[in-house]
């Protein structure tokens, strides 16, 4: 079993030969200038690695986009294994990165958050306390003897 380091250079190595040969060598229409890996992840004897990827654009276009890596997954795997020279290229399996669609959904709540607290800003504009500015309950001069004494 490999080390930790060695794992985390090769699935480096990986994400950005996958990248490079996407942009540049690969002609697949589907894929295009749209396709971005954002992660790679290597397990630890060095057999398998997963790329994470995003696409820009649509449900059709992110079809489109995983059916053009899985088809040139041949080809990736084969410069992996020239860039690397390890003894066993990894075989890659391709996963759409689900980042972008958390990073909105928490862009979307936190979009609804801020309404509601201007919503809350407009009802307490001109508001008064409902018991007074302050809240809390002082002793009366009267109430208390010089000595500390509760008054009888």
Not at 57 to 71: I, Y
Not at 96 to 101: R, T
Not at 110 to 123: H, I
């Amino acid at each position: 079993m490999a080390d930790n380091a060695r794992a985390k250079r090769l699935a480096d190595l990986i994400r950005e030969v996958v990248a490079q040969k996407l942009q540049r060598g690969i002609k697949d229409p589907r894929l295009g200038s749209h396709v971005t890996i954002t992660d790679t992840r290597v397990t630890g004897d060095l057999r398998e690695a997963t790329v994470f990827y995003t696409v820009y654009g649509d449900e059709e276009e992110r079809k489109a986009a995983a059916a053009g890596l899985e088809s040139a997954k041949g080809v990736l795997r084969s410069e992996v294994g020239r860039a690397a020279g390890v003894k066993f290229t990894p075989t890659l399996t391709f996963v759409a990165d689900a980042l972008p669609d958390t990073a909105r959904t928490i862009e979307d709540l936190l979009d609804k958050a801020r309404q509601s607290d201007q919503k809350v800003r407009e009802a307490a504009t001109g508001a008064t306390y409902a018991g007074g500015a302050d809240p809390y309950r002082k002793p009366d001069d009267d109430d208390t003897d010089t000595d500390g004494d509760a008054a009888e």
